[in-house]
């Protein structure tokens, strides 16, 4: 299924307006890594059967609120009647992910729902998500500026099936010293059952 965009637009206006508000929001550097991600993403859209075009738009936008102060993010997510687990409260900045999601839908119209399921799931993860959330995460973790990616991993990972990408990011955090989030370790105890330990 094809990306909906607002009766309005077109692809290429839509595009070209969120593009606009990124340049003015962001700082040069998360809007070049937002631009990376979004090519990323449209090129795994491509090899994993997803519409290049929804996830173009995701990738793009997924960081719109990145840079936005803690108690705002707290505050939108507040409005908007979002749960916030106990993880999200004690580190705010992965709120970025959910009000992004919000700006896309309010300032641009856009009510697809894998964009907003993946740009809600970006930073965390989550069971249960679809294909666009899935190349999505893994093009946010992967793209070439990432200083913490070295490129012998993101060759390796990019080699992957997409489900087996994830486990091997979420392996990758966790060599790196870092726990995954609640929500980080449902989905990649899910996806662990259905990956084959040699495509892991």
């Known amino acids: 299924m094809a990306l909906s965009v607002p009766a309005d637009s077109t692809w ?3 595009c070209g307006r969120l593009d606009a508000f990124l340049r003015r929001r962001l700082s040069a550097s998360r809007y070049a890594h937002s631009l990376a991600v979004a090519r990323l993403c449209r090129a795994l859209c491509l090899r994993f059967g997803c ?6 738009f995701a990738g793009l936008g ?23 687990d106990a993880y999200e409260i004690a580190h ?7 009000v992004s999601a919000l700006i896309l839908r309010a300032r641009f119209g856009v009510e697809d729902a894998r964009v907003f399921e993946a740009v809600r799931r970006h930073t965390l993860g989550g069971p249960g ?7 999505l995460f893994a093009a946010d973790y992967c793209e070439p500026g990432r200083a913490f990616v070295d490129g012998a991993f993101r060759e390796a990972c990019l080699r992957l099936p997409l489900e087996a990408m994830l486990v091997y990011i979420i392996d990758n955090e966790r060599a790196r010293g870092h726990e995954p989030s609640p929500l980080s370790l449902a989905m990649y105890e899910e996806l662990k059952k259905n990956t084959p330990r040699e495509t892991r």
């Open 62 to 84: 997924h960081d719109a609120a990145r840079e936005m102060p803690e108690e705002e993010l707290l505050a939108e997510v507040k409005k908007a009647g979002f749960e916030a």
């Open 12 to 14: 290429t206006s839509l």
């Open 51 to 56: 519409d290049a075009r929804a996830g173009y």
């Open 129 to 135: 998500m679809g294909t666009l959330a899935k190349i």
């Open 92 to 98: 705010p900045l992965v709120l970025h992910a959910p």
